[in-house]
């Protein structure tokens, strides 16, 4: 009868095939929302174009920088791309800090800090003498016109610098190093982490035209036909969308499918109404789901005789890391109990069997709805190009990704995408390389369009000072 009554409590938790097919279905009506001209300022799917026009080939090569600010630190890197090897090597990297005071500044201060830094990492390379094309990943909602413009909506994670919202980031980057004087760059281009994640995957397996986090946070890319680019000009070729996908059913569209545990996740957190699906999957609220769902349990008294503990009553007590400690094969059963006496909990062997079998609910709901997103897109991406049948490639990053069976992940997406056989790729530092192959792809790009109406000179490849008369490779 007790199993009875916990397995009522995690019904709530598991969607039918068919219910994942209807999520799967509402998602795509979204991404059409979002993608439209008319539609996309209300759509909860913003579906954002990056202004990356094409995924690595493969005869990309040179050295690059890339800039990666999404927090307290920031990283710079060097970055090498080998061609004849295919290779994309990090040189070099430097972290610095942003001390509190210029978090909470002016922008003039933090872009010179940025630059101040830049200039330092250079010089210890010895590479002030070059002019070197850099990725910038800046990890803050923008608007972005072109790969180089990128205009500053809000600030988030506690910064709050003055005279930057509403500003192009690139032009009061450049005119910080201007200030300077003693370096300058070559191209620009702005990158968001997911795309950084796809291109970062894009040079090992150039079929992945997909990226995907589910870390912290959660999101994914794609490239689409730049003919449904309703907000962009032009009808040729294809472009990578930024989906934003973290905002679906921020219009309610999910409400069939929310727990009262999600109901109380969200209206407790930071940002109410907004990023509801996110809130049903990513690293930043699986373990308070967890923790709300074992109170419920035990106050019912299926779960510590019914006494709960100080630590269990406590708002982000339960982190989501413990999830899959709990699942580990091996150890998940002396995790499990180590983690139940870490909260001041008296536990017996059917304790840490219920314990793990809500966590498993929980991640494997988490897993099965970032599938139904995944398939929305790898069957969008099948139709617009007339396939019966599509291979491609997914470069996933994040922590919950990494950390949790996603076996379940994969499984549930060849069910809902039956026509779309996809292969998984972790990346290896999407925002830092991901963002040196933005910039290597862009920068061969206007290369190719260059030399199709002006003759080539050999003998260049990105990094080397050129003049204004030679012409590099194509």
């Given at each position: 009868?007790e199993r009875k009554r916990v397995q009522k409590h995690l019904e709530r938790f598991h969607l039918s095939l068919e219910k994942l097919q209807e999520v799967s279905a509402r998602l795509e009506e979204d991404m059409?929302?979002?993608?439209?001209?008319?539609?996309?300022?209300?759509?909860?799917?913003?579906?954002?174009?990056?202004?990356?026009?094409?995924?690595?080939?493969?005869?990309?090569?040179?050295?690059?920088?890339?800039?990666?600010?999404?927090?307290?630190?920031?990283?710079?890197?060097?970055?090498?791309?080998?061609?004849?090897?295919?290779?994309?090597?990090?040189?070099?990297?430097?972290?610095?800090?942003?001390?509190?005071e210029i978090m909470l500044g002016t922008g003039e201060q933090l872009f010179s800090h940025i630059a101040s830094c830049l200039g330092d990492f250079l010089e210890c390379q010895n590479l002030k003498e070059q002019?070197?094309?850099?990725?910038?990943?800046?990890?803050?909602?923008?608007?972005?016109?072109?790969?180089?413009?990128?205009?500053?909506?809000?600030?988030?994670?506690?910064?709050?610098?003055?005279?930057?919202?509403?500003?192009?980031?690139?032009?009061?980057?450049?005119?910080?190093?201007?200030?300077?004087?003693?370096?300058?760059?070559?191209?620009?281009?702005?990158?968001?982490?997911?795309?950084?994640?796809?291109?970062?995957?894009?040079?090992?397996?150039?079929?992945?035209?997909?990226?995907?986090?589910?870390?912290?946070?959660?999101?994914?890319?794609?490239?689409?036909?730049?003919?449904?680019?309703?907000?962009?000009?032009?009808?040729?070729?294809?472009?990578?969308?930024?989906?934003?996908?973290?905002?679906?059913?921020?219009?309610?569209?999910?409400?069939?499918?929310?727990?009262?545990?999600?109901?109380?996740?969200?209206?407790?957190?930071?940002?109410?109404?907004?990023?509801?699906?996110?809130?049903?999957?990513?690293?930043?609220?699986?373990?308070?789901?967890?923790?709300?769902?074992?109170?419920?349990?035990?106050?019912?008294?299926?779960?510590?005789?019914?006494?709960?503990?100080?630590?269990?009553?406590?708002?982000?007590?339960?982190?989501?890391?413990?999830?899959?400690?709990?699942?580990?094969?091996?150890?998940?059963?002396?995790?499990?109990?180590?983690?139940?006496?870490?909260?001041?909990?008296?536990?017996?062997?059917?304790?840490?069997?219920?314990?793990?079998?809500?966590?498993?609910?929980?991640?494997?709901?988490?897993?099965?709805?970032?599938?139904?997103?995944?398939?929305?897109?790898?069957?969008?991406?099948?139709?617009?190009?007339?396939?019966?049948?599509?291979?491609?490639?997914?470069?996933?990053?994040?922590?919950?990704?990494?950390?949790?069976?996603?076996?379940?992940?994969?499984?549930?997406?060849?069910?809902?995408?039956?026509?779309?056989?996809?292969?998984?790729?972790?990346?290896?530092?999407?925002?830092?390389?991901?963002?040196?192959?933005?910039?290597?792809?862009?920068?061969?790009?206007?290369?190719?369009?260059?030399?199709?109406?002006?003759?080539?000179?050999?003998?260049?490849?990105?990094?080397?000072?050129?003049?204004?008369?030679?012409?590099?490779?194509?």
């Amino acid at each position: 009868a007790e199993r009875k009554r916990v397995q009522k409590h995690l019904e709530r938790f598991h969607l039918s095939l068919e219910k994942l097919q209807e999520v799967s279905a509402r998602l795509e009506e979204d991404m059409i929302r979002g993608l439209g001209k008319h539609t996309h300022h209300r759509a909860p799917v913003k579906m954002l174009p990056s202004f990356v026009r094409a995924t690595p080939d493969g005869t990309e090569k040179g050295d690059f920088l890339a800039l990666d600010l999404g927090g307290t630190n920031f990283r710079v890197l060097h970055v090498r791309v080998l061609e004849e090897e295919q290779k994309m090597l990090k040189m070099d990297s430097q972290i610095c800090t942003i001390p509190q005071e210029i978090m909470l500044g002016t922008g003039e201060q933090l872009f010179s800090h940025i630059a101040s830094c830049l200039g330092d990492f250079l010089e210890c390379q010895n590479l002030k003498e070059q002019i070197l094309p850099l990725g910038f990943t800046f990890s803050f909602p923008c608007e972005q016109k072109e790969i180089d413009k990128s205009f500053l909506i809000r600030w988030t994670k506690g910064f709050n610098c003055s005279g930057v919202e509403g500003k192009d980031v690139v032009k009061l980057l450049r005119e910080a190093i201007h200030k300077r004087g003693d370096y300058d760059l070559g191209s620009v281009a702005m990158v968001n982490d997911t795309v950084g994640t796809m291109m970062s995957c894009g040079y090992k397996d150039q079929s992945c035209e997909i990226g995907m986090i589910i870390g912290t946070g959660t999101n994914a890319c794609y490239m689409e036909e730049m003919k449904n680019v309703e907000r962009v000009e032009g009808e040729e070729g294809r472009m990578c969308i930024n989906t934003e996908w973290g905002g679906f059913g921020d219009d309610g569209s999910l409400k069939d499918i929310q727990t009262e545990f999600d109901v109380v996740v969200d209206k407790t957190s930071i940002n109410p109404g907004v990023h509801i699906f996110e809130k049903m999957i990513s690293g930043m609220y699986l373990g308070e789901i967890v923790r709300l769902l074992l109170v419920r349990l035990t106050q019912d008294e299926l779960l510590f005789k019914g006494q709960t503990s100080e630590a269990l009553l406590s708002a982000g007590r339960f982190e989501t890391k413990f999830i899959s400690d709990i699942e580990e094969t091996d150890s998940g059963v002396e995790n499990t109990q180590n983690i139940l006496t870490e909260l001041g909990l008296k536990w017996d062997q059917v304790d840490v069997h219920v314990v793990h079998l809500v966590c498993d609910t929980i991640s494997s709901r988490s897993a099965h709805l970032c599938a139904a997103a995944l398939a929305t897109v790898a069957n969008r991406i099948r139709v617009n190009r007339g396939l019966d049948h599509l291979k491609t490639t997914v470069g996933v990053d994040g922590t919950v990704y990494r950390k949790h069976p996603y076996k379940k992940l994969q499984a549930t997406v060849r069910l809902l995408a039956p026509d779309c056989d996809i292969t998984f790729l972790v990346s290896e530092d999407g925002s830092g390389k991901g963002a040196a192959m933005v910039t290597a792809v862009s920068q061969r790009l206007a290369l190719q369009s260059l030399c199709m109406f002006s003759p080539c000179l050999r003998g260049l490849s990105p990094g080397t000072p050129t003049s204004s008369h030679q012409r590099h490779v194509c």
